[in-house]
Structure formats: C-alpha cells, structure tokens
C-alpha cells in the first residue's frame, strides 16, 4: 500500500488542522497509525487506528486535542488537531500496519508502510 499524508502548514497557536492520510491498495486492511518528528527529537507515537475504526487509541500525551478517524470508502484516515501549540511543530507521518488485527500499535517498528510526512508548523 502506499501512503500520502497532506494537510499541513502554518497555524498560530490555538488554531487546527485537520491531516489526511490517503492510501491505494487493500486498504481496509491496515491499521493506520499517526506519528510525528520534531527538528533535533525521535518520533514519537500519536494515534492509531484498527483497519475497521473501532479501535482507536491514543498516546497519553496526545488525549484530548487530537481525535483520529477513517472512511475507508474514501481510503483516508485523518487526525484532527486542536488547540495546536508551537510545541506540536513537527512532521507529520502516518503508517500502515498489516499485522495486527482489529487492533492498532503505535509500534514504529512494527509498521509495514510509511508515507511522506507533512510539516505543521504552530506560531506562538
């Protein structure tokens, strides 16, 4: 499967975003995860979601702002993102994960495809 996240850019503080990850192949049969790299920091987990959508979770230092969907009739997951602050500027990737049921991961190492990420960048 291949990946495309979009929907970046520039916000001021307070501000959202809604990302997108499209994907071509059996989609529907991969978990879809949310990551996101910060200049000079590893990646770090935000979301995930089972290849049916319902299961969801969330790293805890990502509950409460961020809320994570997908329509696979359109082959998309997108992760919605409130209250941004300058701190969630990063890229953005998301990740496919054929392995792991009606379930999800936020195991980067553990992911079968990644997409091209996308930058978000908060102003404070």
């Known amino acids: 499967v291949q990946l495309q996240a979009s929907g970046g850019g520039l916000v001021q503080a307070g501000g959202s975003l809604r990302l997108s990850c499209v994907g071509s192949g059996t989609w529907d049969a991969y978990a879809i995860a949310w990551f996101r790299q910060a200049p000079g920091k590893e990646r770090e987990g935000i979301s995930c979601i089972g290849k049916t959508g319902h299961y969801i979770y969330y790293a805890d230092s990502m509950k409460g702002r961020f809320i994570i969907s997908r329509d696979n009739s359109k082959n998309t997951v997108y992760l919605q993102m409130d209250d941004l602050k300058p701190e969630d500027t990063a890229v953005y990737y998301c990740?496919?994960?054929?392995?792991?049921?009606?379930?999800?991961?936020?195991?980067?190492?553990?992911?079968?495809?990644w997409g091209e990420g996308t930058l978000v960048t908060v102003s404070s």
């Open positions: 990740a496919a994960d054929l392995g792991i049921g009606a379930l999800c991961s936020l195991n980067s190492k553990g992911m079968d495809f």
